[in-house]
T-cell receptor, first 115, second 117 residues
Framework: GAGVSQSPSNKVTEKGKDVELRCDPI?????LYWYRQSLGQGLEFLIY????????KSGLPSDRFSAERTGGSVSTLTIQRTQQEDSAVYLC?????????????FGEGSRLTVL | AQTVTQSQPEMSVQEAETVTLSCTYD???????LFWYKQPPSRQMILVIR??????QNATENRFSVNFQKAAKSFSLKISDSQLGDAAMYFC??????????????FGKGITLSVRP
């Protein structure tokens, strides 16, 4: 597609429910990143994919968080047994792994609210 | 690990005036990228300007320019002739020159810029 697409745009869920957030990167981009942005805070790195593998999962805050990427394209971030502190905007970004500009291209994010 | 610090949480500027947003970072690497991203209420991060650390010349993009001081590890953004559309949150970010697992961006906490008409 023309840009990074994320869905849903907004999600309200009850504490304890599982949620899935989807990211569709720019076509041809092999690198994909998930970030979390809590209210008034900067962007916190969660996980990085190169193709379908995740060489850096160091930012996942707990084992309730997982992510996968299939076909070197779409990625899903899953949060199990959601807690109120999981409320945040989850941003996805992609880039060409071989590019020399260093730029990441971002989607508009998924705002998660846990009641 | 690299860190990025934006110590000013908020700034305000009069329309048509100039404003400078500050950023400092810490790294032991010699080659890297630095970025300023803008985040309007739509939430999408938009690249404003990029600087490669090996370049001595400060980057410029129309009304946006940077003051890159490598020795001081300082990377400030100057916005000239401020416009109402410049109102947004601005993030400073660092990226290693290395690829692969080192390629993620490290962000500062951001600064909220308001523009007074």
């Amino acid at each position: 597609g023309a840009g990074v697409s994320q869905s849903p745009s907004n999600k309200v869920t009850e504490k304890g429910k599982d949620v899935e957030l989807r990211c569709d990167p720019i076509s041809g981009h092999t690198a994909l990143y998930w970030y979390r942005q809590s209210l008034g805070q900067g962007l916190e790195f969660l996980i990085y994919f190169q193709g379908n593998s995740a060489p850096d999962k160091s930012g996942l805050p707990s084992d309730r968080f997982s992510a996968e990427r299939t076909g070197g394209s779409v990625s899903t971030l899953t949060i199990q047994r959601t807690q109120q502190e999981d409320s945040a905007v989850y941003l996805c970004a992609s880039s060409l792994a071989s590019q020399n500009t260093g730029e990441l291209f971002f989607g508009e994010g998924s705002r998660l609210t846990v009641l | 690990a690299q860190t990025v610090t934006q110590s000013q949480p908020e700034m305000s500027v009069q329309e048509a005036e100039t404003v400078t947003l500050s950023c400092t970072y810490d790294t032991s690497e010699s080659d890297y990228y630095l970025f300023w991203y803008k985040q309007p209420p739509s939430r999408q991060m938009i690249l404003v300007i990029r600087q490669e650390a090996y370049k001595q010349q400060n980057a410029t993009e129309n009304r946006f320019s940077v003051n890159f001081q490598k020795a001081a590890k300082s990377f400030s953004l100057k916005i000239s002739d401020s416009q109402l559309g410049d109102a947004a949150m601005y993030f400073c970010a660092y990226r290693s020159f290395l690829t692969g697992a080192n390629s993620k961006l490290t962000f500062g906490k951001g600064i909220t810029l308001s523009v007074r008409p």
